[in-house]
C-alpha cells in the first residue's frame, strides 16, 4: 500500500540537504541513450555516440575536443529527415578508427512506402590527426530501384571549457559565431575571454547542395548498385594559425605510419587465454592512444573523456606499470615532469619549490584563473612517486645519461620532501590545500570525503597518508642506489639511514592492531584514522611494512569484505562511509589491485596475486572491449553476472589499461638487472586461467630475448625462444 502523501508537499530545498560543497565534482545526470566510443591523437580527443554522431543523445559528454576546449559539439547525420538505423559500430583493434554501419528506417511519401529499411548500407569511417577530425560517409544502395535522398549534416560548438562540461558554471563567456565562408566550407569561431581566438573549420568534399551556418545538404540519387562518397573534416585551431587539413587518404596512412612507429620495440604477450589476449590487445592500444608525443617525450595522458591531458600521478603511475616492456614511457614521463617542476611558491597553483606537477590544463578558464589547474601540484604522492620512478627507470635500463640530466630534478624533489612537504618536521610527508580553489584531498583518493575517522567524521588536515610515507621510503631507497651509481656515496647513506628511520617511524605510528592494519592516514591531530583500506595495501608495494605485516594485510585484503571477488574495495564494506557506488568509498579500482598485487608479490604472496590477477581478468572479460574502465562498482560477485559499472568512469584511463601488465610482472617475478646482463623471474606462477605466457622482444639494453612460462599445475617451466645479445635468463625462488 503506497503511503499518503502531504498535503502540502515541502520544496526540493527542504527536502533535500545540500552536500558540502565539491567544485571539481563531475555529476552524473542521466544515462546516456546511445554508447559512447573514443578516439583520440595528441592534445584532440573525440566523444561520439555509437552512431558516429555528436549531440543526437543527450546525457554524454559528445565532443571534438582540442586543447581543453569543445570545438564541436553537434555533428549530426539524418536521412530524408529521418536518423538511420544502427547495424553496427567498431572500433579498430588499435583504437585508430571507428567504422560505423547504418542502414535507412522505412521512408514513407503519402502513406505509400517508397524505400523499405535495408535498403541502403551507409559506412561512417572516423578517424583523428594532428587536431583534425576526419570522416567519409560512404552510401550504396541496395536496392532494384533507384534512391531519391536527401543527406544532411547538422553542426554547432558552444566552445564550453572542459571544466564547464563537467558541470562548472561560468559568469561570462567569450563571443562564438558561425559562417559560411565558401561553397564547401564553414567557420565556427569563438573569441575566448582570455583573450586566444579558437576556430573550428568543416570542410566537405564534394560541395553540399547547400551549406549554412548550421547544416551541409545533399541531394543523393543512386542507381541499384550504386555508391556515393562524402569527406568531412573537422580541424580544431587555436590563435592565428591557419587550419589546415589533410586528404582523407592522406591522413589515414599518416595516422598509421605513426602508429606502426610508436609501437615497435615494444615487448609483446601472447598467452594460452585468447580473451586475456584481447584484453591485453586492448590496453595495449588504449596506451598507445592516451599516449601523446610532448617536446619532453612520449607521454600517457590520464583518460578520456575528463583527464585528457598530463597528470603527474597518473602518468607515473601508467609509466611503472609498463616500465618492464616500454621503458621509453618512463623516460618520456620523467623529463616532461622533470621540466614542469615547481620552482617558486604559488598558493593557488599549491606550487612550492622541488614539487612535482598534479594536473597542467590549455582551456581559458584556466588561463583566466577560473580553475587552478593550468600547472596545478595539489597531489601530495606525484613528488615520491616521481622519485621511485626514477629510480628504477635507472635500474630497470643502467641510463645513467638520463639518470645525470634528472639528478638535479630528483634532489629537488628530496628537499622537498624532507622541506614543505613535511612542515612541521615530524618525518612524514602531509597535504593541506593553500587555497580554497584547489583540491581538499591530494592523495590519489581525492573525493572530498575519502580520508575519515572510524566514525565517518571528516579528517582535517595536514593529512599524512599511509601509502604516501611508503612511497617515500621506497624513493629515498632507490635514489641512494641511483646517488651510489653517480658516486654520491655520502648521500648515499644518508638516503638510505633517512628511509629506515622513517621505516620505524611509520610502524609506530600507523599500525593499529585494533584493526589490524595500518590507519588510512593521521589527521592534522597525528590521530589515526582507523579504517581498513585498500591504501594499506598500497603501503606493500613499497616495501616500507614488515613481513609479518604485509602477510596479515594480505590476508585480510582477500577476506569478503574488501574482496568483491572482481577485485579489492577502497575501503571495507565495515566502514563508516562503505559505499559500493561512490568513487572511492568501496569502489574496485584496477590500478588499485595492480599496486596491491604487486606488494604481495614482492612478500612473496603470489597465490594472492593469483586472486586478485583471476577476478580482474574475470572483470575485463564482461567489460565491452574488454576494456577494464577507471573503477567499477564494489558490489559482491553474483554467479552468471557480470560487474557493475561506474556512470562516469574514464574508459578508456591509462593506468586502468597498465594493469594486466603490472599483473603480468607481479606474476612472473620479472626484474632486470642491465649491469649483470640479467633477466629473474624470481618465484614465477602462473593463475588458473593461463596455462602459458610467451613474452618476445623482452629487452635489456640493446639486447632481447623472447621466452615461454608454461604452468604445470602449482609449478612453471621456462623455454628460451630467442636470446639476441648477452642476456642471461634466470628462475629464482626466495
Given amino acids: 500500500m503506497l503511503s499518503q502523501q502531504p498535503q502540502h508537499p515541502q520544496s526540493t530545498e527542504t527536502l533535500f540537504e545540500a552536500v558540502p560543497e565539491t567544485p571539481f565534482y563531475i555529476p552524473a545526470m542521466g544515462t546516456p541513450s546511445r554508447p559512447r566510443r573514443s578516439l583520440k591523437h595528441g592534445d584532440c580527443f573525440a566523444v561520439l555516440d555509437s552512431f558516429g554522431d555528436l549531440g543526437a543523445s543527450s546525457g554524454g559528454p559528445d565532443g571534438i575536443f582540442y586543447c581543453d576546449t569543445r570545438h564541436l559539439g553537434q555533428l549530426e547525420l539524418k536521412i530524408n529527415g529521418m536518423q538511420p538505423l544502427l547495424l553496427g559500430s567498431n572500433m579498430r583493434d588499435d583504437n585508430s578508427m571507428l567504422t560505423v554501419d547504418l542502414t535507412n528506417p522505412d521512408f514513407y511519401f503519402e502513406d505509400r512506402l517508397v524505400l523499405p529499411k535495408d535498403t541502403l548500407h551507409i559506412v561512417r569511417t572516423l578517424f583523428l590527426w594532428q587536431a583534425t577530425a576526419y570522416q567519409r560517409l560512404r552510401i550504396r544502395n541496395h536496392g532494384d530501384r533507384a534512391a531519391h535522398l536527401n543527406l544532411s549534416l547538422g553542426f554547432g560548438s558552444d566552445f564550453a571549457d572542459l571544466f564547464e562540461v563537467r558541470g562548472l558554471r561560468r559568469a561570462h563567456r567569450g563571443r562564438a559565431s558561425a559562417t559560411a565562408v565558401a561553397a564547401d566550407k564553414a ?15 568543416l570542410t566537405f568534399n564534394p560541395p553540399p547542395e547547400q551549406l549554412s551556418n548550421t547544416e551541409a545538404s545533399y541531394s543523393v540519387e543512386l542507381a541499384p548498385g550504386a555508391s556515393a562518397t562524402i569527406y568531412v573534416s573537422v580541424e580544431c585551431c587555436v590563435g592565428s594559425g591557419e587550419c589546415r587539413s589533410l586528404p582523407f587518404q592522406k591522413g589515414i596512412r599518416a595516422a598509421f605510419r605513426e602508429h606502426r612507429a610508436a609501437t615497435q620495440r615494444r615487448t609483446t604477450v601472447a598467452t594460452s587465454n585468447v580473451i586475456f589476449n584481447e584484453v591485453l590487445c586492448r590496453a595495449m592500444a588504449d596506451i598507445s592512444m592516451l599516449t601523446t608525443m610532448t617536446p619532453q617525450g612520449p607521454y600517457p595522458y590520464a583518460g578520456i573523456p575528463w583527464y585528457s591531458t598530463t597528470f603527474g600521478r ?6 611503472l606499470q609498463m616500465l618492464w616492456c616500454d621503458p621509453r614511457l618512463a623516460r618520456g614521463v620523467l623529463r616532461r615532469l622533470a621540466a614542469y617542476q615547481a620552482t617558486e611558491y604559488d598558493p593557488l597553483a599549491d606550487a612550492e619549490p622541488g614539487k612535482i606537477l598534479h594536473e597542467m590544463r590549455g582551456g581559458e578558464m584556466a588561463a583566466l584563473r577560473e580553475v587552478p589547474f593550468g600547472l596545478y601540484y595539489g597531489s601530495v604522492d606525484s613528488t615520491p612517486l616521481f622519485v621511485l620512478l626514477a629510480g628504477l627507470y635507472a635500474e630497470h635500463t643502467g641510463d645513467l645519461d638520463t639518470l645525470r640530466e634528472l639528478w638535479p630534478n630528483i634532489e629537488a624533489a628530496l628537499s622537498w620532501i624532507d622541506g614543505p612537504g613535511d612542515p612541521d618536521r615530524d618525518g612524514f610527508v602531509e597535504y593541506h590545500r593553500a587555497d580554497e580553489k584547489g583540491l581538499v584531498n591530494q592523495g590519489w583518493k581525492d573525493s572530498h570525503d575519502a580520508i575519515f575517522h572510524a566514525d565517518g567524521t571528516l579528517a582535517v588536515g595536514p593529512i599524512a597518508l599511509c601509502e604516501v610515507q611508503g612511497y617515500v621510503y621506497a624513493a629515498k631507497r632507490l635514489a641512494a ?44 591531530a597525528k590521530r589515526p584514522c582507523r579504517v581498513r583500506s585498500s591504501n594499506a595495501g598500497q603501503v606493500l608495494f613499497s616495501g616500507i611494512a614488515a613481513p609479518e605485516r604485509a602477510a596479515a594485510i594480505a590476508h585480510d585484503m582477500l577476506r569478503p569484505s574488501f574482496f568483491s571477488r572482481w577485485g579489492i574495495r577502497t575501503i571495507a564494506r565495515e566502514a563508516a562511509r562503505y559505499n559500493p557506488m561512490s568513487y572511492h568509498n568501496g569502489s574496485v579500482w584496477p590500478h588499485d589491485n595492480a599496486l596491491i598485487a604487486a606488494g604481495f608479490a614482492r612478500y612473496g604472496h603470489k597465490a594472492a596475486v593469483g586472486r586478485v590477477f583471476g577476478a580482474l581478468f574475470d572483470a575485463a572479460s564482461y567489460m565491452e572491449f574488454r576494456r577494464l574502465p577507471e573503477l567499477f562498482c564494489g558490489f559482491q560477485r553474483n554467479r552468471a553476472r557480470g560487474p557493475t559499472l561506474y556512470p562516469v568512469a574514464c574508459a578508456p584511463q591509462a593506468w586502468a589499461a597498465g594493469t594486466p601488465f603490472m599483473l603480468l610482472q607481479a606474476t612472473l617475478g620479472l626484474e632486470f ?11 614465477p606462477a602462473l593463475p588458473a586461467f593461463l596455462d602459458e605466457v610467451t613474452l618476445r622482444h623482452l629487452q635489456l639494453g640493446d639486447s632481447s630475448v623472447d621466452l615461454t612460462v608454461r604452468r604445470h599445475g602449482a609449478d612453471v617451466s621456462l623455454q628460451i625462444l630467442r636470446n639476441e645479445g648477452q642476456i642471461r635468463v634466470a628462475v629464482v625462488y626466495s
Wanted: hydrophobic fraction near 40%; glycine fraction near 8%; aromatic fraction near 6%.
Fill in 187 to 201: 567557420a565556427l569561431t569563438y573569441q575566448g575571454l582570455d583573450g586566444k581566438p579558437r576556430r573550428t573549420e
Fill in 314 to 319: 597518473d602518468g607515473i603511475v601508467t609509466a
Fill in 481 to 524: 642506489r641511483c646517488a651510489r651509481r653517480l658516486g654520491k656515496n655520502e648521500l648515499a647513506d644518508r638516503l638510505d639511514a633517512a628511509a629506515m628511520k622513517l621505516a620505524a617511524q611509520f610502524e609506530a605510528a600507523f599500525w593499529c592492531a585494533d584493526i589490524g592494519t595500518y590507519a588510512l592516514a593521521l589527521d592534522g
Fill in 673 to 683: 638487472d642491465p649491469d649483470r646482463h640479467e633477466i629473474l623471474l624470481r618465484s
